[in-house]
């Protein structure tokens, strides 16, 4: 069970300025009840001042898990339990987006294929596709950051990113798997945030690609990538979504109908 006394105690700690260094030769006692190392402990008697700064890292990065009501032996399983969710996730294949076939840095990996119907559902359940395609991406850059971590303190941050994220994931996937023609698929004000965080989102990925073949003169693959950022502005605009000035400039500068929209709404 979590000792809150002695959060209130490193947090009280952090909070100093000015620091003595009897008082920084506290801060190194609270945080060797954490770590149990007595040869950093050692170090920092010997010359707190010249070692106040790293007690304060180290103690900051152990107040995170702390504030969250956890131990550092509960973020060691959490450890385990996480990663081993998470590469079991990331070997069920990547959601396959518009990008892939361009995109050479996952190459040869098993990719999830949509649902035959994928472009006839309603923008809310398609949008959940793609923004799972970025937490994935996101969970995976995640794991890889934590392979260059051993302490457990230093990856609970993303330690609890990839729990979240991976909770969303699958809750989404789920909604996405199981949606069946005529259902409103939890339309209204969640429906709505849904679909305009999708569109942004794609919008967003598709500038840069867009830019690329108009400068190369992209033909027909430039029209229909064309088409689908025009789904996405026509979303933002049903929803009165707010456009910023530098997007609604590239659009406009691109012949994207925005008559309904205006930028700043």
Same mark, same amino acid.
Request: proline share 2%.
């Given at each position: ?10 947090? $009280? ?11 920084? *030769? &506290?801060?190194? /006692? ?9 040869? =950093? ?18 103690? &900051? ?32 294949? $990547?959601? !396959? ?8 840095? /996952? ?14 559902? @309603?923008?809310? %359940? ?14 995976? #850059? ?9 302490? @457990?303190?230093?990856?609970? #941050?993303?330690?609890?990113? =990839? ?10 996937? +789920? ?14 004000? +969640? ?7 999708? +569109?942004?989102?794609? *919008? ?7 830019? !690329?073949?108009?400068?190369? +003169? ?9 088409? &689908? *950022?025009?789904?996405?502005?026509? %979303? ?25 929209? /205006?930028?700043?709404?």
């Amino acid at each position: 069970m979590i000792d809150k006394k002695f959060t209130e105690q490193i947090q $009280k700690f952090l909070l100093l300025e000015d620091r003595t260094g009897e008082q920084v *030769i &506290k801060g190194a /006692d609270l945080l060797l009840r954490i770590n149990k190392n007595r040869a =950093m402990h050692q170090r920092i008697l010997r010359n707190p001042k010249r070692m106040e700064q790293k007690v304060v890292y180290e103690l &900051k990065k152990h107040l995170k898990y702390r504030l969250d009501g956890l131990t550092l032996a509960e973020v060691h399983r959490m450890d385990k339990a996480v990663t081993a969710k998470i590469d079991g996730l990331i070997a069920e294949g $990547k959601p !396959e987006t518009d990008d892939d076939a361009v995109d050479e840095r /996952d190459a040869g990996q098993l990719r999830l294929g949509k649902r035959a119907d994928h472009d006839s559902l @309603p923008p809310e %359940i398609q949008g959940l596709w793609d923004i799972n395609a970025e937490r994935y991406k996101a969970i995976k #850059e995640a794991r890889a950051t934590v392979e260059t971590l051993d302490a @457990p303190c230093d990856r609970y #941050e993303y330690l609890k990113f =990839m729990s979240e994220a991976y909770t969303a994931y699958k809750t989404d996937m +789920a909604k996405y798997d199981a949606y069946k023609a005529g259902e409103d698929g939890g339309a209204g004000h +969640a429906g709505a945030d849904t679909s305009v965080q999708s +569109a942004r989102a794609y *919008i967003s990925k598709a500038r840069k690609k867009y830019d !690329e073949l108009l400068a190369a +003169a992209g033909g027909a693959e430039l029209d229909a990538l064309h088409g &689908k *950022i025009q789904q996405r502005v026509d %979303i933002l605009i049903e929803y009165n979504a707010a456009v910023s000035d530098d997007l609604a400039a590239w659009l406009r500068s691109n012949n994207f109908d925005m008559a309904q929209g /205006d930028e700043g709404k």
